[in-house]
């Protein structure tokens, strides 16, 4: 696996995501939501902290990630390009993880504008910073792992809507399985919780940085790259 391949398949998706008026109307959408529930709910609690933002971005990225991701596989099948990138001298694993990195790279750029929050928050009060930079890590974690499903998503279909919904269904689910323990045996209780993304990001999101949560959410991502290796697989 050649870093220079991948950097070729990641500058090309790079260009195409980030040149798309979609993912400035994305981007416009997610820093307009995320303002609007943050500044709201900071005056209404009156607390110099960043909690309510880091509790409402996991639901948020559900939506907004798979926006960004549906069209990564799906629009390359439906116009025929994936045929030819397929015929150029790249490991079909360059190709996954360059278009995983373009996208990505992408919502970091859409999350990195609401570190302003943070600076806000603490012009007006005496902030802690150690949850805020355990926040951040968790968000780029939990968006990586959005990003690797939304992929693997738009690599089952040829359409884009398909992908989406496929897409924010399973990062739904994940994102409330552990709201729902009272419907779940005893038995499989902590199953279902170290399922749940928002388990593990709450956790780092507190400033308590745990190898566990690290390890879940690398495992997500890899076990998503790699499912969606092995559907590009089939397309040869």
Known sequence: ???????????????????SPVAYIIMTIFLVVTGWFFFSAFFLAGRADMRDFFNLLPLILT???????????AEEY????????????????????????????????????????????SSVGDLDWGPVWGGY????????????????????????I?????????????SIVDNVLIFVPGFLLWIFQYMGTDFHFSSIAKGVIDSRDIIYFLSLIFISLYSSFLVSMERR
Do not use: D
């Open 63 to 73: 939506f907004t990630i798979p926006a960004v991701t549906m069209r990564i596989f």
């Open 137 to 160: 890590l968790g968000a780029l974690l939990l968006s990586g792992a959005f990003t690797a499903i939304g992929l693997f998503a738009s690599s089952l279909t040829h359409n884009q």
């Open 78 to 121: 439906r116009s025929g390009s994936f045929e030819i990138l397929a015929t150029l001298p790249l490991e079909k694993w360059e190709i996954v993880i360059g278009k995983f990195l373009s996208a990505h790279v992408l919502t970091i750029v859409m999350i990195a504008p609401t570190i302003i929050y943070a600076f806000f928050v």
């Open 162 to 174: 398909v992908a989406f919904i496929i897409s924010v269904s399973i990062c739904f689910f994940l």
């Open 1 to 19: 696996m050649s870093p220079k391949s991948i950097y070729i398949v990641f500058k090309r998706e790079f260009k195409s995501l980030f040149f």
